[in-house]
């Protein structure tokens, strides 16, 4: 009888399996991307793999508004968002790709979708489902989230196929001369300001902004800018180095202490934090 590792060795996804299998084994892992979910029932996601986040459903979200900085090429939670709850987004993002992305959505306000999601980062307009989604629901801010307010470079992705810069650079050991745009950074607390908003109307705030989720959470601890619920992307982790997860570690520590725990990631790089749960 021929055996299980022999057969396996016979088919044609052995070899590329074991090379991702020895990879992953290699790449060094944070602590937090390993702890178990401790989220109940009410725990849900919104939008696609890819682009899509896992939150507590919680009645206080209906009519609410919400920050979600990082929009890239897809909104697919933004919008899901919006239906669901009859939010209104605040959407933050610099990036021309991402400005041009919100462009053409706003052009199909109030449609249905015409087809289904993507795979990948990149979603075409015509597969989000716009009904009842109408001018003021979704606002773009063309500024970058940081903990001051200045003009910044906005450093280009690794892979030029991708659409996400970064003002930490992470993906280029922190560099600071590789290729940039220039783009205007503003704190979180003089955006609500000039949006008339007060923090304590802010019940979630979702960052995926390339690292510099950890200035901007940091600052807005300082500041009592303290939602219920912080869905956060720590990019670092995405591109391992010693730097990197020691301010992962710092961050999670300062969220400990200011009240929040970590109930939720999907063993990467997001996680679902929730304040006094």
């Not at 590329?16 to 290699?26: C, D, E, H, M, T």
């Not at 961050?251 to 006094?276: I, K």
Request: glycine share 8%; proline share 5%; aromatic share 8%.
């Amino acid at each position: 009888m021929i055996s299980v590792k022999r057969f396996l060795r016979q088919t044609p996804f052995y070899e590329p399996a074991r090379s991702i299998y020895r990879q992953v084994k290699r790449t060094p892992r944070h602590p937090l991307q390993d702890m178990p979910t401790t989220a109940g029932p009410d725990l849900i996601h919104l939008g696609t793999e890819y682009g899509g986040w896992a939150f507590i459903d919680d009645g206080s979200l209906n009519g609410c508004t919400i920050i979600s900085a990082g929009l890239g090429e897809d909104a697919s939670f933004d919008v899901e968002f919006a239906k669901k709850y009859g939010a209104k987004i605040v959407i933050i993002d610099p990036t021309p790709r991402a400005i041009q992305h919100f462009s053409e959505i706003n052009g199909r306000l109030g449609c249905k979708n015409v087809r289904g999601y993507s795979e990948g980062g990149k979603q075409p307009v015509e597969a989000y489902d716009l009904s009842g989604v109408g001018i003021g629901d979704l606002i773009l801010v063309e500024r970058a989230l940081w903990n001051e307010s200045a003009k910044l470079k906005f450093f280009e992705p690794a892979n030029p196929k991708h659409v996400s810069h970064s003002i930490i650079n992470y993906q280029h050991k922190y560099s600071g001369t590789t290729s940039s745009i220039e783009v205007q950074a503003v704190t979180l607390s003089e955006l609500l300001t000039e949006l008339q908003l007060d923090p304590g109307d802010i019940p979630l705030i979702k960052l995926d902004i390339e690292g510099a989720e950890i200035e901007v959470l940091s600052q807005c601890i300082a500041e009592g800018i303290t939602p219920k619920q912080i869905l956060v992307e720590f990019d670092e982790l995405n591109v391992p180095s010693q730097r990197g997860f020691e301010r992962v570690t710092q961050m999670h520590s300062l969220l400990n202490q200011s009240g929040y725990e970590m109930v939720r990631t999907d063993g990467a790089a997001d996680f679902l934090y929730v304040r006094n749960r």
